[in-house]
C-alpha cells in the first residue's frame, strides 16, 4: 500500500483533484441522457468581482446540492457565468483610464467600450476562479456572460416583444440618481446605513398668506432645505387634529414668494417633525406621488449633476451641499429657521463611488409592471414554486401585489444599449444635443416618436429617411439578468438544452434580491419560455459579523473568504459556513465553525490512516460474510447508528436543510465513529476470530460516510477514498460514485440501547476520574446492577476495559454498602470507585474546593446579571438564553462537586477506610 502521510495538508490535495475532475469531464451535465435532469442556473456575480462570504456561502450550497444530485444518479448541469454589472464595471474602467490622465469622453464611445471588453478579458474570471479554488463542480465549459453575443440576441428579443405589446414607455418618474456616475441607479445599488447618517432637522417657517387667528405660520420641518425651492404645496394627514382648520388656506414659500396651498394626503406620517411636511414632487418619490394623485406641478430645482437650477440668482448655480448652507443662512436672515435638531437621516449612496443619492425627477425608460406582476402572482398563488423559508414566498406576494413600474434604462456607456431609435427628420423640434458632463448626446423630449428594431435599421419605417439617432441610454443590468435561466440554455432558439434542462430546478440566492431579480425572472420565464423559471427558491441567511453587523470593507466589518480558505483548507471553509447556516435569516459568522471543520478534517484523516493500517494487518472478511454472523454488540450497533445517520442525512439533504445534514454526519463521524467504534476495533483487531469481520466493518462504514460526506468535503474525502483504494472501474471517482441507501435491516434499537447504556457507564467513570484529577489511571470498579445489565456488561468487558482503562471489576447485590467510594447511577445501575489506593486524598479534597469555589462565584455572576432588569431588557435573547442555560450547568456542576466532597469527607473520617 502506497505511503500513507501522516498530517492532513489541504493546500497538497485540492489543486490535484480539481484539475483531474475537470481533465474527466466530470462537471459537464447533458452526457448522461438516460438520468433524470437536474439544473441549476447559478446567480451570476458581477464580472468587477471577487468572492465576499454570502458569495462563499451561495456556492458552497450550490455545489453540495450539485454534488449530492450527480451521485443519486441525476444528470446534473449547473450553468456558470457572469453580469456584465453596468455601472460597477464602468467605474472601474473609469478610475484605471483616470490613472492615465484620461476619461471615457476623450476616447469616446466605441474606443471606451474596447478598452472595456479588453479589462473583461484581463480581469473579468478573478471570482470564477476563485469558485474554482472553493471546489464548485460547475459546466465550465457553458459558461455564460451577459454581453456574449448569443446572450446579448435574448435581451434585445425581450425588449422587443414587450415593446410591441406596449409594455415599455418613456416618462418622468422619481429615480435614484447618482450626480458623480450621471446614471439612474436600482434600489440595490444604493447602500444605506441600517441607523442612517448624522445629520440635522432644520424646522422652517411658512408664512401663511392669510394669518388664521393668532397663527401667522405652518413649521416644516425637512432634512434637505436646499430642495424647498421647488415646493408646490404643504402636505398633512387629513386626520391630524393639530391642521384641520388649516386645509385649503395658502403659506408662502419662504426665500420665493409662491403661493403653497395646504393640503391633506394620508401618505404624510404626523409623527415625523411638526405632522406639515413640505411637497417637492421633482426632488422626492412620495412628494412625487402625492403630486400625481392632487394634479400639482413638479419643478425641478436640481439638474443631473446636483447643480441647483431655475431658483432665485443667490442659489442659481451653486452645488447642492453649497446651496443647502445657503438657504439655512437665508432662512436665519429672514427669521424663517424655528430651530435645528441632530437627526440621523436614512442616506443612500453610490455602491460603486458613495457619491450621496439624489432622488431626480427623469425622463428614462421604464416597464409597466401591473400586467406583468400577475403573471407571476398566478403561478406564485397556485403553488408552483416552492419557497425555503416559506415566509419568503408571502413577501414575494406582498411585493408583487404593490409593484412600481420599473426604471430600466441607465445613463452610462457598458451595456446592451437601448434598441429604440428616433428619425431625425420625423422628430424635428423634438430632440437637441446636450451635454451630460463632457458627454454630448442626443436628447429627445417626452412627445418625440422612437421605435425599436432588433438590429440597427438603415432608415426610418415612416419616411425613409436615413437620419436616425439611436436612444443613448443602456438597459439596467437587472433587466439583462432576468431571463438568466431560460436564456443560458439557449433562448428564444428552441435549444436541446433548453427542451431537456427547462424549468431548472433550484434558485438559491440570498433575500437582498428576491425581488428585484428572482420575481422578474419569474415574469420573464413564464411569459417568453412558456413555464416557471426554477422549481424551488432556496433563499439562504445572509453572512453578517458575530456581533450581528453588516460586513463591508468600507466598514472595516469585511472578511476575506480566500483567506479563510488559505488557512482553513476549502473543505474547512465549506463545511464550517454550511453548519452555521440554520433557518435563521441572518448567520453570524463564528470563524470557531471553521477551526471546528479542519479539526474534523484531521479526524477523519487519522481515523482512516487507522483503518488502512487495520486493512493492512491482517484478513479481512467480505461484507456478506460480516452479515452472515451473529454479531458483536458494537458492530451491530455502529450498523444501527450508520444506517440511521444515512437515512437522516439523505431526508435532510431532499429537504435542503444542509445545516443539520452537515452536523448529523460530523456528530456521527467524531463520535459513534471516530471516539467510539474505531477505538472498540483496537482489542478486536487482535483476536483473529473477529479481526476480520471488524475490518469489513470499518472498511464498510468508511467507504459508505466518504461518500455521505463527499458533498460537504469533496477534495478529503476524495483523497482518502483513493488512498484506502475504494474506486473501481464502475467508480473510478468518489465525485460520481453511487450515494448511500438506506438499509433498514441493519436498525437493532436494542443494540443501540445496550450500548447507550455502556457508554455512559464509561463517559461516568471516565468524569469520576477527571474530578479526581486521575484521568489516565487504570482503576478497579464495584458494580451493582440487574442481571441483564451484569450480563451484557460481562459480555463487553473485553473492550470497556481498554475504553474505559478498568483493572478490574467486581459485582455486588443492590443496596450493599461500598464504604470509601464515589459513585455514579446509570439506568438503575450503581458503579463505584473505590477511593483506597488513589494517592493523597487531601489535595483531591483542595483541588475540588477550589473547583466548587469556582463554580460558585461564577453562579452568582450570572445569576445577579440574569436577576437584572435593564440587562434583560436590552440584551440580545440568544446572550441571555445561553447565560441561563450556563447557570444550569453551574448549578448541575455544583451538585456533582458537593456529592463528590460530601463523599471524600465521610472516606476521610471513617476509622481505617477501606472498600467491601
Given at each position: 500500500?502506497?505511503?500513507?502521510?501522516?498530517?492532513?495538508?489541504?493546500?497538497?490535495?485540492?489543486?490535484?483533484?480539481?484539475?483531474?475532475?475537470?481533465?474527466?469531464?466530470?462537471?459537464?451535465?447533458?452526457?448522461?441522457e438516460?438520468r433524470?435532469?437536474?439544473?441549476?442556473?447559478i446567480?451570476?456575480?458581477?464580472?468587477?468581482?471577487?468572492?465576499?462570504?454570502?458569495?462563499?456561502l451561495?456556492?458552497?450550497?450550490?455545489?453540495?446540492?450539485?454534488r449530492?444530485?450527480?451521485?443519486?444518479?441525476?444528470?446534473?448541469?449547473?450553468?456558470?457565468?457572469t453580469?456584465?454589472?453596468?455601472?460597477?464595471?464602468?467605474?472601474?474602467?473609469?478610475?484605471?483610464?483616470?490613472?492615465?490622465?484620461?476619461?471615457?469622453?476623450q476616447?469616446?464611445?466605441?474606443?471606451?467600450?474596447e478598452?472595456?471588453?479588453?479589462?473583461?478579458?484581463?480581469?473579468?474570471?478573478?471570482?470564477?476562479?476563485?469558485?474554482?479554488?472553493?471546489?464548485?463542480?460547475?459546466?465550465?465549459?457553458?459558461?455564460?456572460?451577459?454581453?456574449?453575443?448569443g446572450?446579448?440576441?435574448?435581451?434585445?428579443?425581450?425588449?422587443?416583444?414587450?415593446?410591441?405589446e406596449?409594455?415599455?414607455?418613456?416618462?418622468?418618474?422619481?429615480?435614484?440618481?447618482?450626480?458623480?456616475?450621471?446614471?439612474?441607479?436600482?434600489?440595490?445599488?444604493?447602500?444605506?446605513?441600517?441607523?442612517?447618517?448624522?445629520?440635522?432637522?432644520?424646522?422652517?417657517?411658512?408664512?401663511?398668506l392669510?394669518?388664521?387667528?393668532?397663527?401667522?405660520?405652518i413649521?416644516?420641518?425637512?432634512?434637505?432645505?436646499?430642495?424647498?425651492l421647488?415646493?408646490?404645496?404643504?402636505?398633512?394627514?387629513?386626520?391630524?387634529?393639530?391642521?384641520?382648520?388649516?386645509?385649503?388656506?395658502?403659506?408662502?414659500?419662504?426665500?420665493?414668494?409662491?403661493?403653497?396651498?395646504?393640503?391633506?394626503?394620508?401618505?404624510?406620517?404626523?409623527?415625523?417633525?411638526?405632522?406639515?411636511?413640505?411637497?417637492?414632487?421633482?426632488?422626492?418619490?412620495?412628494?412625487?406621488?402625492?403630486?400625481?394623485?392632487?394634479?400639482?406641478?413638479?419643478?425641478?430645482?436640481?439638474?443631473?449633476?446636483?447643480?441647483?437650477?431655475?431658483?432665485?440668482?443667490?442659489f442659481?448655480?451653486?452645488?447642492?451641499?453649497?446651496?443647502?448652507?445657503?438657504?439655512?443662512?437665508?432662512?436665519e436672515?429672514?427669521?424663517?429657521?424655528?430651530?435645528?435638531?441632530?437627526?440621523?437621516?436614512?442616506?443612500?449612496?453610490?455602491?460603486?463611488?458613495d457619491t450621496?443619492?439624489?432622488?431626480?425627477?427623469?425622463?428614462?425608460?421604464?416597464?409597466?409592471?401591473e400586467?406583468?406582476?400577475?403573471?407571476?402572482?398566478?403561478?406564485?398563488?397556485?403553488?408552483?414554486?416552492?419557497?425555503?423559508?416559506?415566509?419568503?414566498?408571502?413577501?414575494?406576494?406582498?411585493?408583487?401585489?404593490n409593484?412600481?413600474?420599473?426604471?430600466?434604462?441607465?445613463?452610462?456607456?457598458?451595456?446592451?444599449?437601448?434598441?429604440?431609435?428616433?428619425?431625425?427628420?420625423?422628430?424635428?423640434?423634438?430632440?437637441?444635443?446636450?451635454?451630460?458632463?463632457?458627454?454630448?448626446r442626443?436628447?429627445?423630449?417626452e412627445?418625440?416618436?422612437?421605435?425599436?428594431?432588433?438590429?440597427?435599421?438603415?432608415?426610418c419605417?415612416?419616411c425613409q429617411?436615413?437620419?436616425?439617432?439611436?436612444?443613448?441610454?443602456?438597459?439596467?443590468?437587472?433587466?439583462?439578468?432576468?431571463?438568466?435561466?431560460?436564456?443560458?440554455?439557449?433562448?428564444?432558439?428552441?435549444?436541446?438544452?433548453?427542451?431537456?434542462?427547462?424549468?431548472?430546478d433550484l434558485m438559491?440566492?440570498?433575500?437582498?434580491?428576491?425581488?428585484?431579480?428572482?420575481?422578474?425572472?419569474?415574469?420573464?420565464?413564464?411569459?417568453?419560455?412558456?413555464?416557471?423559471?426554477?422549481r424551488?427558491?432556496?433563499?439562504?441567511?445572509?453572512v453578517?459579523?458575530?456581533?450581528?453587523?453588516?460586513?463591508?470593507?468600507?466598514?472595516?466589518?469585511?472578511?476575506?473568504?480566500?483567506?479563510?480558505?488559505?488557512?482553513?483548507?476549502?473543505?474547512?471553509?465549506?463545511?464550517?459556513?454550511?453548519?452555521?447556516?440554520?433557518?435563521?435569516?441572518?448567520?453570524?459568522?463564528?470563524?470557531?465553525?471553521?477551526?471546528?471543520?479542519?479539526?474534523?478534517?484531521?479526524?477523519?484523516?487519522?481515523?482512516?490512516r487507522?483503518?488502512?493500517?487495520?486493512?493492512?494487518s491482517g484478513?479481512?472478511a467480505?461484507?456478506?460474510?460480516?452479515?452472515?454472523?451473529?454479531?458483536?454488540?458494537?458492530e451491530?450497533?455502529?450498523?444501527?447508528?450508520?444506517?440511521r445517520?444515512?437515512?437522516?442525512?439523505?431526508?435532510?439533504?431532499?429537504?435542503?436543510?444542509?445545516?443539520?445534514?452537515?452536523?448529523?454526519?460530523?456528530?456521527?463521524?467524531?463520535?459513534?465513529?471516530?471516539?467510539?467504534?474505531?477505538?472498540?476495533?483496537?482489542?478486536?483487531?487482535?483476536?483473529?476470530t473477529?479481526?476480520?469481520?471488524?475490518?469489513?466493518?470499518?472498511?464498510?462504514?468508511?467507504?459508505?460516510?466518504?461518500?455521505?460526506?463527499?458533498?460537504?468535503?469533496?477534495?478529503?474525502?476524495?483523497?482518502?477514498?483513493h488512498?484506502?483504494?475504494?474506486p473501481s472501474?464502475?467508480?473510478?471517482?468518489?465525485?460520481?460514485?453511487?450515494?448511500p441507501?438506506?438499509?433498514?435491516?441493519h436498525?437493532?434499537?436494542?443494540?443501540?440501547?445496550k450500548?447507550?447504556?455502556?457508554?455512559?457507564?464509561?463517559?461516568?467513570?471516565?468524569?469520576?476520574?477527571?474530578?479526581?484529577g486521575?484521568?489516565?489511571?487504570?482503576?478497579?470498579?464495584?458494580?451493582?446492577?440487574?442481571?441483564?445489565?451484569?450480563?451484557?456488561?460481562?459480555e463487553?468487558?473485553?473492550?470497556?476495559?481498554?475504553?474505559?482503562?478498568?483493572?478490574?471489576?467486581?459485582?455486588?447485590a443492590?443496596?450493599?454498602?461500598?464504604?470509601?467510594?464515589?459513585s455514579?447511577?446509570?439506568?438503575?445501575?450503581?458503579?463505584?470507585?473505590?477511593?483506597?489506593?488513589?494517592?493523597n486524598?487531601?489535595?483531591?479534597?483542595?483541588?475540588?474546593?477550589?473547583?466548587l469555589?469556582?463554580?460558585?462565584?461564577?453562579?452568582?455572576?450570572?445569576?445577579?446579571?440574569?436577576?437584572?432588569?435593564?440587562?434583560l431588557?436590552?440584551?440580545?435573547?440568544?446572550?441571555?438564553?445561553?447565560?441561563?442555560?450556563?447557570?444550569?450547568?453551574l448549578?448541575?456542576?455544583?451538585k456533582?462537586?458537593?456529592?463528590?466532597?460530601?463523599?471524600?469527607?465521610k472516606?476521610?473520617?471513617?476509622?481505617?477506610?477501606?472498600?467491601?
Amino acid at each position: 500500500m502506497d505511503q500513507f502521510p501522516t498530517a492532513y495538508d489541504p493546500a497538497e490535495i485540492e489543486e490535484k483533484w480539481y484539475q483531474r475532475w475537470e481533465q474527466a469531464g466530470l462537471f459537464e451535465g447533458g452526457k448522461q441522457e438516460g438520468r433524470p435532469p437536474y439544473c441549476i442556473t447559478i446567480p451570476p456575480p458581477n464580472v468587477t468581482g471577487s468572492l465576499h462570504m454570502g458569495h462563499a456561502l451561495n456556492h458552497t450550497i450550490h455545489d453540495i446540492v450539485a454534488r449530492y444530485k450527480r451521485m443519486k444518479g441525476y444528470d446534473v448541469l449547473v450553468v456558470p457565468g457572469t453580469d456584465h454589472a453596468g455601472i460597477a464595471t464602468q467605474v472601474v474602467v473609469e478610475k484605471e483610464l483616470a490613472r492615465e490622465g484620461l476619461s471615457r469622453h476623450q476616447l469616446g464611445r466605441e474606443k471606451f467600450l474596447e478598452r472595456v471588453w479588453k479589462w473583461k478579458e484581463e480581469y473579468g474570471g478573478i471570482i470564477l476562479h476563485q469558485m474554482r479554488r472553493l471546489g464548485c463542480s460547475y459546466d465550465w465549459g457553458r459558461e455564460r456572460f451577459t454581453m456574449d453575443p448569443g446572450y446579448e440576441r435574448a435581451v434585445l428579443e425581450t425588449f422587443l416583444r414587450l415593446w410591441e405589446e406596449g409594455l415599455i414607455y418613456r416618462g418622468y418618474r422619481i429615480v435614484n440618481w447618482c450626480p458623480r456616475c450621471l446614471t439612474a441607479l436600482s434600489d440595490l445599488e444604493v447602500e444605506r446605513e441600517e441607523e442612517g447618517e448624522p445629520g440635522f432637522l432644520w424646522f422652517v417657517r411658512y408664512p401663511l398668506l392669510e394669518p388664521v387667528g393668532d397663527e401667522r405660520f405652518i413649521t416644516v420641518a425637512t432634512t434637505r432645505p436646499e430642495t424647498m425651492l421647488g415646493d408646490v404645496a404643504v402636505a398633512v394627514h387629513p386626520e391630524d387634529s393639530r391642521y384641520r382648520h388649516l386645509l385649503g388656506k395658502t403659506a408662502v414659500l419662504p426665500l420665493v414668494g409662491r403661493y403653497l396651498p395646504i393640503i391633506g394626503d394620508e401618505a404624510v406620517d404626523p409623527r415625523f417633525g411638526t405632522g406639515a411636511v413640505k411637497v417637492t414632487p421633482a426632488h422626492d418619490p412620495a412628494d412625487f406621488e402625492i403630486a400625481q394623485r392632487k394634479n400639482l406641478p413638479k419643478p425641478l430645482v436640481m439638474d443631473e449633476t446636483g447643480t441647483m437650477i431655475n431658483v432665485p440668482d443667490r442659489f442659481a448655480g451653486l452645488d447642492r451641499f453649497i446651496a443647502r448652507q445657503e438657504v439655512v443662512k437665508a432662512l436665519e436672515e429672514e427669521g424663517l429657521l424655528e430651530r435645528t435638531e441632530d437627526y440621523r437621516v436614512p442616506l443612500g449612496r453610490c455602491y460603486r463611488c458613495d457619491t450621496v443619492i439624489e432622488p431626480l425627477m427623469s425622463l428614462q425608460w421604464f416597464v409597466r409592471m401591473e400586467p406583468l406582476a400577475q403573471i407571476a402572482l398566478t403561478v406564485l398563488s397556485e403553488n408552483k414554486i416552492e419557497y425555503l423559508p416559506p415566509r419568503f414566498l408571502r413577501l414575494t406576494i406582498d411585493w408583487l401585489t404593490n409593484v412600481k413600474d420599473w426604471c430600466i434604462s441607465r445613463q452610462i456607456w457598458w451595456g446592451h444599449r437601448i434598441p429604440v431609435w428616433y428619425c431625425l427628420d420625423c422628430n424635428a423640434g423634438r430632440w437637441q444635443r446636450k451635454r451630460y458632463g463632457d458627454e454630448d448626446r442626443y436628447h429627445f423630449s417626452e412627445d418625440a416618436r422612437p421605435f425599436a428594431a432588433l438590429t440597427t435599421p438603415l432608415s426610418c419605417p415612416d419616411c425613409q429617411g436615413t437620419h436616425l439617432g439611436q436612444d443613448p441610454d443602456v438597459l439596467d443590468t437587472w433587466f439583462s439578468s432576468a431571463i438568466w435561466p431560460h436564456a443560458v440554455l439557449g433562448w428564444p432558439q428552441e435549444t436541446k438544452e433548453l427542451s431537456r434542462f427547462y424549468p431548472t430546478d433550484l434558485m438559491i440566492t440570498d433575500r437582498g434580491i428576491l425581488y428585484l431579480w428572482v420575481a422578474r425572472m419569474i415574469i420573464t420565464g413564464v411569459k417568453f419560455a412558456g413555464d416557471i423559471p426554477f422549481r424551488t427558491v432556496y433563499v439562504h441567511p445572509t453572512v453578517l459579523t458575530r456581533e450581528g453587523r453588516r460586513m463591508s470593507k468600507s466598514l472595516g466589518t469585511g472578511i476575506d473568504p480566500m483567506d479563510l480558505l488559505g488557512r482553513y483548507g476549502a473543505d474547512g471553509l465549506r463545511l464550517g459556513l454550511i453548519v452555521q447556516a440554520e433557518g435563521t435569516q441572518d448567520l453570524r459568522f463564528h470563524e470557531e465553525r471553521l477551526e471546528m471543520a479542519r479539526n474534523f478534517g484531521k479526524k477523519l484523516w487519522n481515523a482512516s490512516r487507522f483503518v488502512a493500517t487495520a486493512l493492512q494487518s491482517g484478513p479481512c472478511a467480505t461484507w456478506e460474510e460480516a452479515l452472515a454472523r451473529n454479531p458483536t454488540l458494537p458492530e451491530a450497533w455502529i450498523r444501527s447508528r450508520w444506517q440511521r445517520t444515512v437515512l437522516a442525512v439523505g431526508q435532510l439533504l431532499d429537504q435542503n436543510d444542509l445545516a443539520s445534514a452537515g452536523m448529523t454526519l460530523y456528530n456521527f463521524l467524531w463520535d459513534d465513529f471516530c471516539d467510539w467504534f474505531v477505538e472498540i476495533s483496537k482489542p478486536a483487531l487482535s483476536d483473529s476470530t473477529i479481526g476480520p469481520f471488524y475490518r469489513a466493518t470499518l472498511r464498510t462504514i468508511l467507504d459508505s460516510c466518504l461518500r455521505l460526506l463527499h458533498p460537504f468535503m469533496p477534495f478529503v474525502t476524495e483523497e482518502l477514498w483513493h488512498r484506502l483504494h475504494f474506486p473501481s472501474q464502475q467508480e473510478p471517482f468518489l465525485m460520481i460514485a453511487r450515494y448511500p441507501t438506506f438499509e433498514r435491516d441493519h436498525i437493532d434499537e436494542e443494540a443501540e440501547k445496550k450500548m447507550a447504556f455502556l457508554m455512559e457507564l464509561v463517559r461516568r467513570t471516565r468524569a469520576l476520574k477527571a474530578d479526581l484529577g486521575i484521568p489516565t489511571a487504570i482503576i478497579p470498579l464495584v458494580f451493582a446492577g440487574d442481571e441483564p445489565q451484569r450480563r451484557v456488561l460481562e459480555e463487553n468487558l473485553w473492550w470497556l476495559r481498554f475504553i474505559g482503562r478498568w483493572q478490574e471489576v467486581r459485582w455486588v447485590a443492590f443496596g450493599q454498602p461500598v464504604p470509601g467510594a464515589l459513585s455514579e447511577s446509570v439506568d438503575g445501575a450503581e458503579v463505584y470507585l473505590p477511593l483506597s489506593g488513589l494517592g493523597n486524598l487531601s489535595k483531591i479534597r483542595e483541588r475540588l474546593s477550589r473547583q466548587l469555589s469556582d463554580v460558585q462565584k461564577e453562579s452568582a455572576r450570572t445569576r445577579s446579571r440574569l436577576s437584572n432588569p435593564q440587562f434583560l431588557e436590552k440584551a440580545p435573547q440568544q446572550v441571555v438564553q445561553s447565560l441561563k442555560e450556563r447557570l444550569a450547568e453551574l448549578e448541575s456542576s455544583q451538585k456533582v462537586l458537593q456529592a463528590r466532597l460530601s463523599a471524600l469527607e465521610k472516606f476521610s473520617s471513617e476509622p481505617n477506610p477501606s472498600p467491601s
